[in-house]
């Protein structure tokens, strides 16, 4: 028995101490412990990471620094391989980049768009490398040409060329659909409409990858003429880039200045004469060349890690010295054949590696500390610092996360403190400058309020051992309602475009007027264009809930449903402004109008009545409802209704569910204010429910008569287990249902295969035990399109 599977309890008999006595839980019920531990632990990080990534990739405005970013990936990574059971097709580890913002029309990628997995220091390099030889089978020290990159920080995009053409601009979106941006990336100069060079050397169809970028000058000289505008200068090069491509109006993103380098192939097809396959990365950034694409001029192949040390050791000490932002060095094998035999894993190819550079360190006065309250009600205290400038973005405010967070550091307001950054975004605090603590400043430590600022509400752990403080206010608190309301036009839920930070704000925390429209999302179905023309508002951190501010301090005021112009005297209305001037005409009055934001926010909630019913369950904020869960039971229940008539039993019994999720429906249902929103929404003519489903009875009598399944995989059960290439887990889930077969999550006697990609764990080594086949991706396709037929041998591959 280990130390953590014993607990100690003091023994008193006839009052004479007894000495300590060990008491064992037992093994089961402490493994019980650290399993339920770490989905809690789980749950928060993927939340974390996925504000994050959301916050970054569709906002172009992010509220985390790279390196907690990055603390709270491989946390999570080492989670999952402690716990493989938490692995979901949902998991930031799984997954790519973020989603697709809205405004553009999807694009779908010829071949998936992966991202890069990152090292932090050269021992992680080192072990990266040595991996890399063993999975070529070569010798430790043998020969291998890496080719090394700067890590350009602007926005990745795909660019499709079919005969020497331009056909399609994508953004990476989720790797497999972006956005189509082809009219503004067609403003980009370095980017040619048509390749140049000898046409005999154009593939007939080819995806350019690479990084569309603002140079640190022309970022300057964009600021600079803001300021001289009366304007506030943008915070940053990288997210003004992405802001940019992402422009309605062309013209826009034409004005900017962005450039492009190429760092990558994606699809690539020959079809003219004799022109062989490239051999090498480095031999595609020649011809990408030839063709007046334009590529990095910092980038070198190198022989070894030696050479990859001198280049990383290069950029560290001149990263202020080139075109553009950098936050580390992309190091890629350069042939191609063995990036081939590499491969790649669900988000990241195997054969390069990110190597990032330390944050970036700077010196401010931490102002004030102020408390800020977020979707679920979690208090968080962040910083308010004199204004400075970290890695090319000027800082005012950075969170703290907890008041442990704030003592563990040690600072008080009044403190010079030290900030560190990776990247572009809100660094972090990292403690007081200790030979700055006696410069004469008046200090005070900071007190965590015993109370909501928001609603007044006493502060309270919510949890035994939470060190998060939260507003256990969730039906009224303006803070949590705004979260909630901006999480149900999110895309994974209702998917309300106009619906989203500001507008929530808006609704729920108005400047003016002084009783907001929206007390809970209750209302939401109701709003007119009386509740939203009056409304100002200033603009809030999603994550704190903290006013955000200009560089001068001053919050950001938005009036987001009204538009004004000024009414001139009869028959003056089109008078050149210049003569109105001159004759001295003066308006007569203002007229307030509902802006296209208002109209558009009321048609969008309109189509959002009857949407697909999983996307209302997520809208209703159930906790770990997300979309998987609510594809399920939207599919076997087909209504509300008849998800709360079901027993804990019927919901945890749905493949999907299970009995977490069950209980916290069941909770869900049983709260007052819960079942009011339930009504409002109804009355409103919300519909929840799936026209034309037969009901769960249905369901369940259609799997009780096993009726004859057909395709290639009929009466076979098939597991599938870790990672895979082009599977997401429903994705393969999915394919072996739609093929005839029965997707099973355990292995047994009874199960006919299983397909076990990247990290498959314990499944395939109960696999084996049984002497059930094992496939590996490629079997898995052979089987789902031939059948048992397709796969005669059973197939053995180490997973």
Same mark, same amino acid.
């Given at each position: 028995?280990?130390?953590?599977?014993?607990?100690?309890?003091?023994?008193?008999?006839?009052?004479?101490?007894?000495?300590?006595?060990?008491?064992?839980?037992?093994?089961?019920?402490?493994?019980?412990?650290?399993?339920?531990?770490?989905?809690?632990?789980?749950?928060?990080?993927?939340?974390?990471?996925?504000?994050?990534?959301?916050?970054?990739?569709?906002?172009?405005?992010?509220?985390?620094?790279?390196?907690?970013?990055?603390?709270?990936?491989?946390?999570?990574?080492?989670? !999952?391989?402690?716990?493989?059971?938490?692995? #979901?097709? &949902?998991?930031?580890? /799984?997954?790519? +980049? @973020?989603?697709? %913002? *809205?405004?553009?029309?999807?694009?779908?990628?010829?071949?998936?768009?992966?991202?890069?997995?990152?090292?932090?220091?050269?021992?992680?390099?080192?072990?990266?490398?040595?991996?890399?030889?063993?999975?070529?089978?070569?010798a430790e020290g043998a020969r291998l040409d890496y080719l090394c990159?700067?890590?350009?920080?602007?926005?990745?995009?795909?660019?499709?060329?079919?005969?020497?053409?331009?056909?399609?601009?994508?953004?990476?979106?989720?790797?497999?659909?972006? !956005?189509?941006?082809?009219?503004?990336?067609? #403003?980009? &100069?370095?980017?040619? /409409?048509?390749? +140049? @060079?000898?046409? %005999? *050397?154009?593939?007939?169809?080819?995806?350019?990858?690479?990084?569309?970028?603002?140079?640190?000058?022309?970022?300057?000289?964009?600021?600079?003429?803001?300021?001289?505008?009366?304007?506030?200068?943008?915070?940053?090069?990288?997210?003004?880039?992405?802001?940019?491509?992402?422009?309605?109006?062309?013209?826009?993103?034409?004005?900017?200045?962005?450039?492009?380098?190429?760092?990558?192939?994606?699809?690539?097809?020959?079809?003219?004469?004799?022109?062989?396959?490239?051999?090498?990365?480095?031999?595609?950034?020649?011809?990408?060349?030839?063709?007046?694409?334009?590529?990095?001029?910092?980038?070198?192949?190198?022989?070894?890690?030696?050479?990859?040390?001198?280049?990383?050791?290069?950029?560290?000490?001149?990263?202020?010295?080139?075109?553009?932002?950098?936050?580390?060095?992309?190091?890629?094998?350069?042939?191609?054949?063995?990036?081939?035999?590499?491969?790649?894993?669900?988000?990241?190819?195997?054969?390069?590696?990110?190597?990032?550079?330390?944050?970036?360190?700077?010196?401010?006065?931490?102002?004030?500390?102020?408390?800020?309250?977020?979707?679920?009600?979690?208090?968080?205290?962040?910083?308010?610092?004199?204004?400075?400038?970290?890695?090319?973005?000027?800082?005012?405010?950075?969170?703290?996360?907890?008041?442990?967070?704030?003592?563990?550091?040690?600072?008080?307001?009044?403190?010079?403190?030290?900030?560190?950054?990776?990247?572009?975004?809100?660094?972090?605090?990292?403690?007081?400058?200790?030979?700055?603590?006696?410069?004469?400043?008046?200090?005070?430590?900071?007190?965590?309020?015993?109370?909501?600022?928001?609603?007044?509400?006493?502060?309270?752990?919510?949890?035994?051992?939470?060190?998060?403080?939260?507003?256990?206010?969730?039906?009224?608190?303006?803070?949590?309602?705004?979260?909630?309301?901006?999480h149900i036009g999110s895309r994974g839920g209702l998917d309300v475009?106009?619906?989203?930070?500001?507008?929530?704000?808006?609704?729920?925390?108005?400047?003016?007027?002084?009783?907001?429209?929206?007390?809970?999302?209750?209302?939401?179905?109701?709003?007119?264009?009386?509740?939203?023309?009056?409304?100002?508002?200033?603009?809030?951190?999603?994550?704190?809930?903290?006013?955000?501010?200009?560089?001068?301090?001053?919050?950001?005021?938005?009036?987001?449903?009204?538009?004004?112009?000024?009414?001139?005297?009869?028959?003056?209305?089109?008078?050149?402004?210049?003569?109105?001037?001159?004759?001295?005409?003066?308006?007569?009055?203002?007229?307030?109008?509902?802006?296209?934001?208002?109209?558009?926010?009321?048609?969008?909630?309109?189509?959002?009545?009857?949407?697909?019913?999983?996307?209302?369950?997520?809208?209703?904020?159930?906790?770990?409802?997300?979309?998987?869960?609510?594809?399920?039971?939207?599919?076997?229940?087909?209504?509300?209704?008849?998800?709360?008539?079901?027993?804990?039993?019927?919901?945890?019994?749905?493949?999907?569910?299970?009995?977490?999720?069950?209980?916290?429906?069941?909770?869900?249902?049983?709260?007052?204010?819960?079942?009011?929103?339930?009504?409002?929404?109804?009355?409103?003519?919300?519909?929840?429910?799936?026209?034309?489903?037969?009901?769960?009875?249905?369901?369940?009598?259609?799997?009780?008569?096993?009726?004859?399944?057909?395709?290639?995989?009929?009466?076979?059960?098939?597991?599938?287990?870790?990672?895979?290439?082009?599977?997401?887990?429903?994705?393969?889930?999915?394919?072996?249902?739609?093929?005839?077969?029965?997707?099973?999550?355990?292995?047994?006697?009874?199960?006919?295969?299983?397909?076990?990609?990247?990290?498959?764990?314990?499944?395939?080594?109960?696999?084996?035990?049984?002497?059930?086949?094992?496939?590996?991706?490629?079997?898995?396709?052979?089987?789902?399109?031939?059948?048992?037929?397709?796969?005669?041998?059973?197939?053995?591959?180490?997973?």
């Amino acid at each position: 028995m280990t130390e953590r599977n014993a607990k100690t309890q003091s023994v008193v008999l006839e009052d004479a101490p007894i000495d300590t006595v060990p008491v064992d839980r037992g093994e089961a019920a402490t493994a019980a412990d650290d399993q339920i531990a770490a989905q809690r632990r789980w749950a928060e990080l993927a939340e974390h990471i996925e504000a994050a990534r959301e916050a970054y990739y569709t906002r172009d405005a992010p509220e985390v620094s790279d390196a907690e970013y990055d603390v709270w990936m491989r946390e999570l990574t080492a989670l !999952e391989a402690e716990f493989p059971s938490l692995v #979901t097709p &949902e998991s930031p580890t /799984q997954t790519v +980049g @973020g989603v697709a %913002a *809205t405004g553009f029309a999807p694009a779908e990628h010829v071949e998936r768009m992966l991202s890069l997995d990152n090292v932090f220091s050269t021992g992680e390099l080192g072990d990266w490398a040595a991996k890399v030889h063993r999975d070529l089978g070569l010798a430790e020290g043998a020969r291998l040409d890496y080719l090394c990159e700067v890590k350009i920080d602007g926005l990745a995009i795909a660019l499709l060329y079919r005969d020497g053409v331009l056909e399609r601009a994508a953004t990476r979106g989720d790797g497999r659909t972006g !956005e189509d941006v082809t009219a503004n990336a067609r #403003t980009i &100069e370095t980017i040619p /409409q048509r390749l +140049g @060079g000898d046409p %005999a *050397t154009h593939p007939h169809l080819i995806e350019i990858r690479g990084e569309v970028f603002l140079g640190i000058e022309d970022f300057a000289a964009l600021n600079e003429q803001l300021v001289a505008a009366g304007h506030a200068p943008y915070a940053n090069p990288r997210n003004t880039a992405a802001g940019s491509l992402r422009q309605k109006d062309p013209k826009v993103t034409a004005s900017r200045n962005l450039r492009m380098y190429a760092h990558g192939v994606g699809a690539l097809q020959w079809t003219r004469g004799e022109h062989t396959e490239l051999a090498r990365q480095s031999d595609a950034y020649a011809l990408f060349e030839q063709w007046g694409v334009p590529v990095s001029p910092h980038n070198r192949v190198v022989d070894g890690l030696d050479g990859v040390h001198a280049m990383i050791e290069h950029y560290g000490e001149h990263r202020h010295s080139i075109e553009h932002e950098l936050d580390g060095i992309v190091v890629k094998v350069d042939t191609l054949a063995e990036q081939r035999r590499l491969g790649a894993t669900s988000r990241a190819p195997r054969w390069a590696i990110a190597y990032k550079y330390p944050p970036e360190e700077v010196n401010t006065r931490l102002l004030d500390i102020r408390i800020g309250v977020g979707r679920t009600g979690r208090a968080t205290p962040y910083a308010v610092m004199e204004p400075v400038k970290v890695a090319g973005s000027t800082v005012r405010q950075a969170t703290l996360h907890n008041k442990d967070v704030v003592a563990a550091k040690g600072v008080r307001i009044g403190d010079v403190v030290v900030l560190r950054k990776a990247g572009d975004v809100i660094p972090e605090i990292l403690g007081p400058v200790a030979a700055l603590a006696n410069d004469g400043h008046p200090r005070r430590d900071f007190v965590m309020p015993a109370e909501c600022p928001e609603c007044g509400t006493p502060l309270r752990a919510m949890k035994e051992g939470d060190v998060d403080l939260r507003c256990p206010n969730a039906e009224s608190c303006p803070a949590q309602v705004r979260g909630r309301v901006e999480h149900i036009g999110s895309r994974g839920g209702l998917d309300v475009e106009a619906l989203g930070e500001v507008t929530a704000a808006a609704l729920t925390q108005p400047q003016v007027p002084a009783n907001p429209p929206l007390r809970t999302e209750a209302g939401l179905f109701s709003l007119t264009l009386d509740d939203l023309v009056p409304i100002e508002v200033v603009v809030r951190d999603p994550e704190t809930g903290a006013p955000k501010v200009d560089d001068d301090g001053v919050a950001r005021v938005r009036r987001p449903f009204q538009k004004t112009s000024k009414v001139y005297p009869p028959g003056t209305e089109d008078m050149d402004p210049a003569e109105r001037r001159r004759a001295g005409i003066r308006k007569d009055h203002e007229l307030v109008e509902p802006s296209a934001q208002a109209t558009k926010l009321l048609d969008e909630l309109e189509l959002a009545r009857t949407k697909d019913l999983w996307r209302q369950l997520v809208a209703l904020n159930i906790r770990h409802v997300g979309p998987v869960a609510a594809r399920a039971l939207a599919d076997w229940f087909g209504s509300l209704d008849a998800i709360r008539a079901a027993s804990r039993e019927e919901l945890a019994a749905v493949d999907g569910v299970g009995p977490v999720i069950a209980d916290e429906l069941l909770a869900w249902f049983e709260v007052p204010w819960h079942q009011e929103i339930l009504d409002a929404w109804r009355a409103a003519g919300v519909r929840f429910a799936t026209p034309g489903h037969p009901g769960p009875e249905a369901m369940a009598a259609k799997a009780a008569e096993g009726a004859e399944p057909q395709g290639p995989l009929a009466g076979l059960t098939v597991v599938v287990t870790g990672s895979l290439v082009d599977f997401t887990r429903d994705g393969a889930k999915e394919a072996v249902i739609a093929a005839g077969g029965r997707s099973a999550g355990s292995v047994s006697k009874k199960t006919d295969y299983v397909v076990a990609g990247e990290k498959a764990g314990s499944k395939a080594a109960k696999a084996e035990e049984l002497g059930v086949p094992i496939l590996d991706e490629d079997g898995f396709k052979a089987l789902l399109e031939g059948g048992p037929a397709a796969v005669p041998l059973p197939v053995t591959t180490e997973p």
